[in-house]
């Protein structure tokens, strides 16, 4: 992070902003080795972040190809 006095730590904020924000993006890995940016819609519970996707496609696939990925959201 850029801007250390812009990172969020309290995880009651955290969670205010996962109660708040119904689209994320989820950054992954493409085919091609460029990365890719798909919005979506997602819930959480238990500390977990999840997304509805059918079970083939492009998210998929570059997700079983390299697990490393990142989600955002932003307010």
């Known amino acids: 992070m850029r ?7 309290e995880k009651a904020v ?10 994320g993006r989820l950054g992954t890995t493409g085919k ?11 819930a959480h519970y238990n500390e977990k972040i ?4 059918a079970k083939e496609g492009e998210k998929i696939e570059d997700i079983k190809r390299d697990n490393r990925v990142c989600f955002e959201i932003d307010q």
Not at 32 to 42: Q, Y
Not at 50 to 53: D, G
């Open 50 to 53: 999840y997304f509805h996707t």
């Open 14 to 23: 955290i969670l205010e902003l996962l109660n708040t924000c119904h689209v």
């Open 3 to 9: 801007s250390w006095k812009k990172e969020i730590k």
């Open 32 to 42: 091609d080795g460029c990365p890719m940016i798909k919005p979506l819609n997602f």
